[in-house]
């Protein structure tokens, strides 16, 4: 896909991200394109990118030397202004880790491959970042420099071997230095593979990814950040340079999230280092058969941006404060016992697992909701550090939470306390749930990210709504990992009506929309379950299975 982009494409970028996630978002009352879809679970995609040619570099041991550090204190590092401190192999290990299977999941729960993870011929394995479905369809790629703790060439992250891929050994950094304005000796490059997602959720898809996408760049972050860097990723870039010197397409793979690592400057012209390309290496296809779809297509598009400056950003795209008269002050919440890195081993979704009671401590609630804004505040070169505003605001819909009633509740982060809303019946929640692995009712709270699409779909295009969508998936993957550091169960997931939900919020006709829910509160007692993981570190009590 070419990313030399018109301006009648551009023009039209906001028409198209806006019709899309209007689709989306009422996806529930007017079916999906294409109609009688059906899944092909016998030609699957494989959850692994494997190169046949490439020679492997094995790394160490994920999180083992990660720093004696909690959730909460990672998201605070993680918001400071970039440092300019190349990594070493063994932090970049663990960054890499985030995407790499950590153990096996056998554990009975409520999902649709509960029974079938059991076969010898069909694990499940754990992650440490979640993804939409279980399909993992980012890929993470090193571009290395002179001074890189790896030698000068580009590699990719192969997740089923914790192993580098290396597919060439020319220095490409002065093509991404070119694409990103930013010069630096290593680059750390998120992708996303399309079709890892869009054989099970079609024109769904790109909604989805997006929003995996910012989930892993939350767990870099973090592991980042407790290793005493914090970065600046790179959201707005010429796509074409870094799809190139990657090895991908822009189109069926493209290039979605840019870091750089260790000193920084403003990029200036000069003469590429890099040389003639090499011929690309093959990957391993396990579907026979690759489907596109138009939505998916038109969407990713009209959000490539190629060379085009960065807008000017003449207006506030943060949400505006409210103000409503029940107000809450919560707790300060001290921090939690559990590391970053045992929290990252053991993440899972608690499908089915969820208790009503006890009910959920408002210390406990404080304490995930102040990590996931928190992250919000974390930096990037469309909004820097220190940063005032996140695009994304927190709603709490509880069911069973200590001292709140039955209304919709806003967090307000610099207050630390939450701003009572609308009242609403807590078992619609369950009537607008379309799926079947919750029950709704036995959660003590929904939390909803929600987001000011309208506003930066207006400043950026649709490169606001990708944006957006990975500041949404940076927040989800911090509740994961704030909630498993609580003790507490956690699932994410986009299957509530998100009209329904508008209106429980009270935000319907504004344009605010509820991106995301989150699922929070107690697991059942009593879910001993085996120990498959991957990687032992101090001993931890057993919940199960990690996923």
Same mark, same amino acid.
């Given at each position: 896909?070419?990313?030399?982009?018109?301006?009648?494409a551009?023009?039209?970028?906001?028409?198209?991200?806006?019709?899309?996630?209007?689709?989306?978002?009422?996806?529930?009352?007017?079916?999906?394109?294409?109609?009688?879809?059906?899944?092909?679970?016998?030609?699957?995609?494989?959850?692994?990118?494997?190169?046949?040619?490439?020679?492997?570099?094995?790394?160490p041991?994920?999180?083992?030397?990660l720093?004696? /550090?909690?959730?909460?204190?990672? =998201?605070a !590092? $993680?918001? %400071?202004? @970039?440092?300019?401190?190349?990594?070493?192999? &063994?932090?970049?290990?663990?960054?890499?880790?985030?995407?790499?299977?950590?153990?096996?999941?056998?554990?009975?729960?409520w999902?649709?491959?509960?029974?079938g993870?059991?076969?010898?011929?069909?694990?499940?394995?754990?992650?440490?970042?979640?993804?939409?479905?279980?399909?993992?369809?980012?890929?993470?790629?090193?571009?290395?420099?002179?001074?890189?703790?790896?030698r000068?060439?580009?590699y990719?992250?192969?997740?089923?071997?914790?192993s580098?891929d290396?597919?060439?050994a020319?220095?490409?950094?002065?093509?991404?230095?070119?694409?990103?304005?930013?010069?630096a000796?290593?680059?750390?490059?998120?992708?996303?593979?399309?079709?890892?997602?869009?054989f099970?959720?079609?024109?769904?898809?790109?909604?989805?990814v997006?929003?995996?996408v910012?989930?892993? /760049?939350?767990?870099?972050?973090? =592991?980042? !950040? $407790?290793? %005493?860097? @914090?970065?600046?990723?790179?959201?707005?870039? &010429?796509?074409g340079?870094?799809?190139?010197?990657?090895?991908?397409?822009?189109r069926?793979?493209?290039?979605?999230?840019?870091?750089?690592?260790?000193?920084?400057?403003?990029?200036t012209s000069?003469?590429r280092?890099?040389?003639?390309?090499?011929?690309?290496?093959?990957?391993?296809?396990?579907s026979?058969?690759?489907?596109?779809?138009?939505?998916?297509?038109?969407?990713?598009?009209?959000?490539?941006?190629?060379?085009?400056?960065r807008?000017?950003?003449?207006?506030?795209?943060?949400?505006?404060a409210?103000?409503?008269?029940?107000?809450?002050?919560?707790?300060?919440?001290?921090?939690?016992?559990?590391?970053l890195?045992?929290?990252?081993?053991?993440?899972?979704?608690?499908?089915?697992?969820?208790?009503?009671?006890?009910?959920l401590s408002?210390?406990? /609630?404080?304490?995930?909701?102040?990590s996931? !804004?928190?992250? %919000?505040? @974390?930096?990037?070169?469309?909004?820097?550090?220190?940063?005032?505003?996140?695009?994304?605001?927190?709603?709490?819909?509880?069911?069973?939470?200590?001292g709140?009633?039955?209304?919709?509740?806003?967090?307000?982060?610099a207050?630390?306390?939450?701003?009572?809303?609308a009242?609403?019946?807590?078992?619609?929640?369950?009537?607008?749930y379309?799926?079947?692995?919750?029950?709704?009712?036995?959660?003590?709270?929904?939390?909803?990210?929600?987001?000011?699409?309208d506003?930066?779909?207006?400043?950026?295009?649709?490169?606001?709504?990708?944006?957006?969508?990975?500041?949404?998936?940076?927040?989800?993957?911090?509740t994961?990992?704030?909630?498993?550091?609580?003790?507490?169960?956690?699932?994410?997931?986009?299957?509530?009506?998100?009209?329904a939900?508008?209106?429980?919020?009270?935000?319907?006709?504004?344009?605010?929309?509820?991106?995301?829910?989150?699922?929070?509160?107690?697991?059942?007692?009593?879910?001993?379950?085996?120990?498959?993981?991957?990687?032992?570190s101090?001993?931890?009590?057993?919940?199960?299975?990690n996923?």
């Open positions: 896909m070419t990313t030399e982009i018109d301006g009648a551009r023009a039209g970028s906001p028409a198209v991200a806006l019709d899309y996630t209007r689709r989306m978002f009422e996806r529930q009352r007017v079916a999906l394109p294409p109609m009688g879809f059906a899944v092909d679970w016998s030609d699957q995609p494989s959850r692994h990118k494997l190169y046949l040619d490439a020679p492997k570099l094995p790394l041991p994920p999180f083992a030397n720093p004696t /550090l909690g959730v909460d204190a990672a =998201v !590092a $993680a918001t %400071g202004n @970039a440092t300019a401190v190349m990594p070493s192999l &063994d932090v970049l290990s663990s960054v890499l880790g985030c995407y790499g299977i950590v153990g096996r999941r056998t554990h009975l729960n999902n649709e491959d509960s029974s993870k059991l076969k010898a011929n069909a694990p499940v394995w754990s992650r440490p970042t979640a993804s939409g479905g279980g399909m993992y369809p980012a890929e993470s790629y090193l571009v290395a420099g002179a001074g890189a703790s790896v000068t060439g580009v990719h992250y192969d997740t089923a071997h914790h580098l290396r597919l060439s020319a220095n490409r950094c002065w093509d991404l230095a070119e694409a990103t304005g930013v010069e000796g290593l680059y750390l490059v998120a992708t996303l593979a399309f079709w890892k997602n869009a099970k959720y079609n024109s769904f898809s790109y909604h989805v997006t929003q995996d910012g989930a892993l /760049l939350a767990s870099w972050r973090l =592991v980042l !950040a $407790a290793s %005493g860097l @914090a970065v600046e990723p790179v959201l707005w870039f &010429d796509e340079p870094v799809s190139t010197a990657v090895g991908v397409d822009g069926t793979e493209a290039p979605f999230v840019v870091i750089p690592l260790g000193p920084t400057v403003p990029a000069r003469q280092l890099g040389g003639t390309d090499a011929e690309p290496l093959r990957v391993w296809e396990k026979h058969r690759v489907r596109d779809f138009e939505l998916v297509d038109r969407v990713h598009a009209a959000a490539l941006v190629g060379s085009a400056p807008p000017a950003n003449e207006t506030s795209d943060a949400l505006p409210l103000e409503f008269a029940d107000v809450i002050q919560l707790p300060a919440a001290g921090p939690s016992a559990v590391e890195a045992d929290c990252l081993r053991t993440r899972r979704s608690s499908f089915g697992l969820f208790s009503a009671h006890p009910a408002v210390e406990d /609630l404080g304490s995930v909701l102040a996931t !804004a928190g992250i %919000g505040r @974390a930096g990037t070169d469309v909004s820097p550090a220190p940063r005032a505003e996140p695009w994304t605001r927190l709603w709490v819909l509880p069911n069973t939470v200590e709140l009633t039955d209304r919709a509740y806003a967090y307000d982060a207050g630390h306390r939450l701003l009572g809303g009242a609403f019946d807590f078992g619609e929640v369950q009537r607008h379309a799926l079947t692995n919750y029950n709704i009712r036995e959660v003590a709270a929904v939390l909803v990210i929600t987001g000011r699409l506003a930066l779909v207006a400043t950026y295009g649709a490169r606001g709504y990708r944006m957006l969508s990975v500041e949404v998936g940076q927040a989800a993957q911090t994961y990992l704030s909630a498993t550091a609580r003790g507490l169960g956690v699932g994410a997931v986009l299957g509530i009506d998100n009209l939900v508008d209106g429980f919020l009270g935000v319907d006709g504004t344009d605010e929309r509820s991106m995301l829910f989150i699922l929070l509160g107690h697991e059942r007692a009593g879910l001993a379950g085996y120990d498959h993981g991957l990687y032992r101090t001993p931890v009590a057993l919940q199960g299975d996923r």
